[in-house]
């Protein structure tokens, strides 16, 4: 199975793989229905099953949260804590990442693109080489080329998915740049 956030804009910032942010605040007060309510960009990303982690790439701990229902309607999830866990709130615009396991993660700048991308093990990657986690640069190139991605392979036994797509972030420069991101399950 393919599963693909579709294009991501670059924020200027360190953002993860899969990321999104909150677009209201997150109360840890559990409904009445017994789920606690994650409001995101795009709902149709998500999946029933899916991990989240709220507070991702941040200095207080992150909460973990398992996907229970999607309302591509209103871009709410439901959400069950994972363990049964207690639960922070979160403000408006808190990141969020995206935690399930694959085989492989692929990256693409898309083309005519101004500026690189940068690919980093945790957020203090930069578009600075030589700063931060930032180990590989993928170049921009003009409109209609051919980008050739990054591939992340986990080299696991066959049948095995051996990452997790929270595993790398990107960065880039602010602007009208877009990048695509998918994690290959086996």
Same mark, same amino acid.
């Given at each position: 199975m393919i599963r693909t956030w579709g294009f991501q804009a670059v924020s200027g910032s360190a953002?993860?793989?899969?990321?999104?942010?909150?677009?209201?605040?997150?109360?840890?007060?559990?409904?009445?229905?017994g789920f606690y309510y994650v409001s995101v960009a795009k709902a149709a990303n998500y999946q029933y099953g899916d991990r989240i982690i709220l507070g991702y790439g941040g200095s207080n701990p992150t909460n973990c949260l398992l996907v229970e229902?999607?309302?591509t309607t209103h871009n709410i999830l439901s959400c069950a804590s994972e363990g049964n866990a207690v639960l922070?709130?979160?403000?408006?615009?808190?990141?969020?990442? &995206?935690? @399930?396991?694959?085989?492989?993660? +692929?990256? $693409?700048?898309l083309?005519?693109? *101004?500026?690189? &991308?940068? @690919?980093?093990?945790?957020s203090? +990657?930069? $578009?600075?080489?030589?700063?931060? *986690?930032?180990?590989?640069? @993928?170049?921009?190139?003009?409109?209609?080329?051919?980008?050739?991605?990054?591939?992340?392979i986990g080299g696991a036994?066959?049948?095995?998915?051996p990452l997790r797509t929270t595993e790398g972030w990107v960065i880039g420069t602010a602007g009208t740049d877009k990048f695509s991101t998918a994690a290959l399950i086996l």
């Amino acid at each position: 199975m393919i599963r693909t956030w579709g294009f991501q804009a670059v924020s200027g910032s360190a953002q993860p793989f899969f990321g999104d942010n909150l677009t209201a605040a997150f109360s840890n007060l559990q409904q009445s229905n017994g789920f606690y309510y994650v409001s995101v960009a795009k709902a149709a990303n998500y999946q029933y099953g899916d991990r989240i982690i709220l507070g991702y790439g941040g200095s207080n701990p992150t909460n973990c949260l398992l996907v229970e229902g999607v309302d591509t309607t209103h871009n709410i999830l439901s959400c069950a804590s994972e363990g049964n866990a207690v639960l922070s709130n979160w403000n408006n615009n808190t990141q969020i990442a &995206l935690s @399930i396991v694959c085989y492989s993660i +692929v990256v $693409t700048l898309l083309s005519g693109a *101004s500026n690189s &991308l940068w @690919i980093g093990s945790d957020s203090t +990657v930069t $578009t600075t080489p030589g700063t931060g *986690s930032g180990f590989f640069e @993928i170049g921009k190139v003009s409109a209609g080329t051919p980008q050739i991605p990054f591939t992340w392979i986990g080299g696991a036994p066959s049948g095995a998915n051996p990452l997790r797509t929270t595993e790398g972030w990107v960065i880039g420069t602010a602007g009208t740049d877009k990048f695509s991101t998918a994690a290959l399950i086996l």
